[in-house]
């Protein structure tokens, strides 16, 4: 059977549907140009769980469960489901960890970068531009006989861990909703200000959840594939989809009246142009090398790829240090160490990328 | 007996990467591609596609997909 979503109007109507429902849920309760973005809400998460300790931003996000659960469910119904695991665990943690800390300097995944810009936030222009960068920069690594090695299929456990998991976050955020008002119900921490306490109702946000996890599995959506097959291979495919996604979102916000055009004062941001720059670039290459947008990490997970899950988990435990060691921007600018922190990133990403090479076996 | 390319258990891009390369050193020929994801086969396909490659023939195995490309 032919997979309508992989084909050309497949991705282009993917990434407009993606466009639509993430401005919607800004509309509906989520943060300013914030309707998706897989870095913030992971962030969020390790937040509501006590991971770290700013206030401002926990919250147990289900769109992200949603991600997951999703893209399984399409796994499952077209036969895509596929336990696999092996290639190169840690480093993938490594990779998920300095993608959330280039990210959380910037202030958003490229799936926000998209989204500020859609949204009017000029600032989100220096971020693209690094994500680019440092996408190209990756794919530098790949000419050169990069490669993290094989997956080997799993069993039906492994591939199924991160279901379990997320299933069980999942259950904890119904068991112990936010109260307003209150700052905790029993275990899991919430925001009573700031980006954590804006949130579109649980249940839209976990279908919409679903519903992006579902389409993304089929169409293979990926932000950073986009940039990285056109800088590579001068392929437009997946290029296609993320411009749908900016056109969409665009237009969105017109109908809502959320477009703001401007740099200072936008929703979630910093004006400092260079770290947005390095940043995303950080994260650009992170993401480079371990083959997929934070998003598309996610929706592998799904299908069953438990390396995948693990660079996700990597962001978790990435977004816990940047906020509890000061990495972290906020509208006020970088961290106390965020350039310290990109930095380290660059050197350790480029270590991977000059030391992972071929290992055939 | 034509080249075969085993790009089971890697990923993006270097299935594509693969496949490309070998189209270039090749030219013309027939190339056979072994893949275990569905997005690695569709990728493969449309790669091939794009430099002039025709699909002869997919099949399915137990651990994923055998692809057959000529020129």
């Known amino acids: 059977m032919k997979n309508i979503f992989a084909t050309r109007w497949g991705i282009i109507v993917v990434g407009a549907v993606i466009g639509v429902l993430a401005a919607t849920l800004q509309k509906l309760g989520n943060p300013g140009n914030m309707g998706v973005c897989v870095a913030c809400f992971i962030r969020d998460i390790s937040g509501s769980l006590g991971l770290h300790r700013a206030a401002v ?65 000029g600032n989100a222009l220096f971020g693209i531009l690094g994500l680019i960068v440092g996408v190209g920069v990756g794919t530098l690594f790949f000419k050169t006989g990069y490669n993290l090695g094989r997956s080997r299929p799993a069993n039906l456990t492994a591939g199924l861990s991160v279901h379990v998991l997320v299933i069980g976050l999942l259950l904890l955020g119904f068991l112990f909703p936010p109260i ?47 940039f990285r097959d056109f800088i590579l ?28 055009p401007g740099f200072q004062s936008q929703p979630v941001a910093h004006t400092m142009s260079f770290w947005n720059f ?84 | 007996m034509e080249k075969t390319i085993d790009a089971r258990g890697l990923s993006c891009p270097q299935p594509v990467l693969m496949t490309l390369e070998e189209i270039k050193t090749l030219g013309t020929g027939t190339l056979v591609i072994v893949v275990d994801t569905e997005t690695a086969k569709e990728n493969v396909s449309r790669a091939a596609a794009s430099q002039g490659w025709g699909i002869k023939q997919v099949t399915s195995e137990s651990d994923g997909y055998r692809i057959t490309i000529t020129k």
């Not at chain 1, 598309?296 to 962001?315: K, N, S, T, Y």
């Open chain 1, 233 to 260: 291979f001068r392929h437009t495919h997946l290029l296609l989809g993320v411009l749908a996604l900016l056109v969409a979102a665009f237009i969105t916000n017109q109908l809502l009246g959320q477009f703001h």
């Open chain 1, 57 to 121: 931003v926990q919250y147990l996000r289900p769109e992200i469960f949603g991600f997951v659960i999703g893209s399984f469910a399409a796994s499952l119904i077209f036969k895509e489901f596929r336990p696999r695991a092996g290639s190169a665990p840690v480093v993938r943690f490594i990779l998920g960890f300095c993608a959330m800390v280039g990210a959380l300097v910037f202030l958003g995944c490229p799936w926000r970068a998209l989204l500020r810009l859609a949204g009017g936030d």
């Open chain 1, 278 to 361: 390095a940043g995303m670039g950080l994260a650009g290459l992170a993401f480079a090398l371990a083959g997929g947008c934070p998003g598309r990490q996610l929706f592998l997970a799904g299908e069953g790829d438990g390396d995948a899950a693990l660079f996700a988990i990597g962001m978790a435990a990435g977004a816990a240090f940047s906020h509890n060691f000061g990495l972290a921007s906020s509208p006020q600018g970088v961290g106390p160490h965020g350039i310290a922190a990109v930095l380290i990133g660059f050197l350790v990403c480029m270590a991977i990328g000059f030391g992972m090479r071929k290992n055939e076996g």
């Open chain 1, 180 to 226: 307003a008002g209150a700052d905790k119900n029993d275990i899991l921490l919430y925001s009573v200000n700031g980006p954590g306490s804006m949130y579109a109702p649980l249940a839209i946000s976990l279908a919409v959840g679903l519903a992006i996890g579902f389409i993304a599995q089929r169409s293979r959506f990926c932000t950073m594939g986009a």
